[in-house]
Structures are given as structure tokens and as C-alpha cells.
């Protein structure tokens, strides 16, 4: 079992930057695939980012690709997510997901989700 806190969200201008970090539980951390996914009002669950469990391997949804990087700290059990250059388009509850395979762009291959955090994004 793995339980994930998201932390790091909250109100930014277009433009601006924000770091997320999720916690997690369990000593197994480092065998993960850590993911990003956001989901907006009206909208379904977008992919954002994941990374493989050594860190070596990254990979980014279209829409933040080259404005986002994933990184995990296997030490402190955290993966993170800089965000830069935001666009109001990027308001969204961003929420951390941990599976215990190679996983890639589909949410449903995650088992484990936190509750996710705001990030609101202003013109």
C-alpha cells in the first residue's frame, strides 16, 4: 500500500512558476512509476508527466512539454513537479499517482492517487 500527499499548489500569474511535491509512504518507493495528471472543471483527466523509478526515464504530456520537468528524490520518497511558464490554461487540480509497473500516459495503469492539489493559474 502506498499513500501519496500532494503539497505545493496555489494562485500564480501567467508566467509564473510553482513546484509540487508528493510525499509517499512505504519503503518500496524507488520501484515505482511516479505520474502527473490534472484534471480541470468540465474535463477529464489529463496526463502530465511521469517519471520511472531509477529517475532515468521521463516522459510529458504535449501540453507542458518543455515548461514542466519531473524529478524524484528516492531518498526522501518525493517526486516533484517544477512547473514554469504557466498559462491560465494550466489551472487545474494536479494530482500525484504511484504504480508498481512501467507505466506510461494511462491514468488507469496508476493504483495508487492522492487527493490531489490546486493550482490556479491567473491572466
Known amino acids: 500500500q502506498v499513500q501519496l500527499v500532494e503539497s505545493g499548489g496555489g494562485l500564480v500569474q501567467a508566467g509564473g512558476s510553482l513546484r509540487l511535491s508528493c510525499a509517499a509512504s512505504?519503503?518500496?518507493?524507488?520501484?515505482?512509476?511516479m505520474g502527473w495528471f490534472r484534471q480541470a472543471p468540465g474535463k477529464e483527466r489529463e496526463f502530465v508527466s511521469r517519471?520511472?523509478?531509477?529517475?532515468?526515464?521521463?516522459l510529458y504530456g504535449d501540453s507542458v512539454k518543455g515548461r514542466f520537468t519531473i524529478s524524484r528524490d528516492n531518498a526522501k520518497t518525493t517526486v516533484y513537479l517544477q512547473m514554469s511558464s504557466l498559462k491560465p490554461e494550466d489551472t487545474a487540480v494536479y494530482y500525484c499517482?504511484?504504480?508498481?509497473?512501467?507505466?506510461?500516459?494511462?491514468?488507469?495503469?496508476?493504483?495508487?492517487w492522492g487527493q490531489g492539489t490546486q493550482v490556479t493559474v491567473s491572466s
Open positions: 517519471i520511472v523509478g531509477s529517475g532515468a526515464n521521463t
Open positions: 512505504g519503503r518500496t518507493f524507488s520501484s515505482y512509476t
Open positions: 499517482a504511484a504504480s508498481r509497473y512501467l507505466s506510461g500516459r494511462q491514468s488507469a495503469n496508476y493504483e495508487y
